[in-house]
């Protein structure tokens, strides 16, 4: 696996994250192992990769980053230990949260309706064309809020209803920051630079 930071035309930080074949095979799955607090490192050989093709990757692609092979560390440049927006890539991580609130009883379903919740934490109401709007609706982004479409009805990339599906998971559901929750809840994972939240008000 290879993870790059990158500028992007806008000037916007991304991680671009690539599964790629062996270069040389010969390693099995047996041989994984997975960090812990910090990352083993392995020479390329020692893997079962070529030195001179992972240079030859790092030095095409430019910017930040790391190369790992079966759980181990085998190339880094750049300003690899330095943190970035992830952007898009963090809306996994809310649904994962989604579903510990229902773990722990907070929620009852995926197919709970969002409305009573609208109601607690934000003292408003959603319109009656939203009315029907769940959980699984703003996960999968079939909720149509601010759109023409009835919840169900349409996809729709919707960054609107993202940032509803955030505020009310993790403020009205959880009653804490996105970080708080997921950092508490995923903590067997020992991030080795901290949470997983930040930008973006605290929401990216």
Same mark, same amino acid.
């Given at each position: $696996?290879?993870?790059?930071?990158?500028? &992007?035309?806008?000037?916007?930080? %991304?991680?671009?994250?690539?599964?790629?074949? %062996?270069?040389?095979?010969?390693?099995?799955?047996? =041989?994984?192992?997975?960090? *812990?607090a910090s990352w083993e490192e392995r020479t390329a050989a020692q893997v079962g990769l070529d030195q001179g093709t992972i240079d030859s990757i790092a030095a095409q692609l430019?910017?930040?980053? #790391?190369?790992?092979?079966? !759980?181990?560390?085998?190339?880094?440049?750049?300003?690899?230990?330095?943190?970035?927006?992830?952007?898009?890539?963090?809306?996994?991580?809310? &649904?994962? $949260?989604?579903?510990?609130?229902?773990?722990? !009883?907070?929620? @009852?379903?995926?197919? =709970?309706?969002?409305?009573?919740? #609208? @109601?607690? /934490?934000?003292?408003?109401?959603?319109?009656?064309? +939203?009315?029907?709007?769940?959980?699984? /609706?703003?996960? +999968? $982004?079939?909720?149509?809020?601010?759109?023409?479409?009835?919840? !169900? @009805?349409?996809?729709?990339? *919707?960054?609107?209803?993202?940032?509803?599906?955030?505020?009310?998971?993790?403020?009205? #559901?959880?009653?804490?920051?996105? +970080?708080?929750?997921?950092?508490?809840?995923?903590? @067997?994972?020992?991030?080795? =630079?901290?949470?997983?939240?930040?930008?973006?008000?605290?929401?990216?």
């Amino acid at each position: $696996m290879l993870w790059k930071r990158r500028r &992007t035309n806008g000037g916007r930080l %991304c991680l671009v994250a690539l599964i790629f074949s %062996c270069f040389v095979s010969g390693v099995s799955f047996a =041989d994984t192992v997975f960090p *812990n607090a910090s990352w083993e490192e392995r020479t390329a050989a020692q893997v079962g990769l070529d030195q001179g093709t992972i240079d030859s990757i790092a030095a095409q692609l430019g910017g930040d980053g #790391v190369i790992v092979r079966n !759980g181990y560390l085998v190339k880094k440049w750049g300003n690899y230990s330095g943190r970035g927006d992830w952007a898009s890539a963090m809306k996994p991580v809310m &649904t994962t $949260m989604l579903f510990f609130a229902i773990e722990e !009883g907070r929620i @009852q379903s995926v197919d =709970d309706l969002v409305r009573p919740v #609208v @109601q607690s /934490h934000l003292g408003q109401d959603l319109i009656e064309k +939203d009315r029907t709007m769940t959980w699984r /609706h703003l996960a +999968d $982004m079939t909720s149509g809020y601010t759109r023409g479409e009835a919840p !169900g @009805q349409a996809w729709a990339y *919707n960054d609107y209803a993202i940032n509803l599906y955030s505020i009310l998971l993790f403020d009205g #559901v959880f009653g804490d920051s996105p +970080d708080s929750v997921s950092t508490s809840r995923l903590a @067997q994972m020992q991030f080795q =630079d901290g949470g997983l939240f930040g930008s973006r008000g605290g929401r990216g």
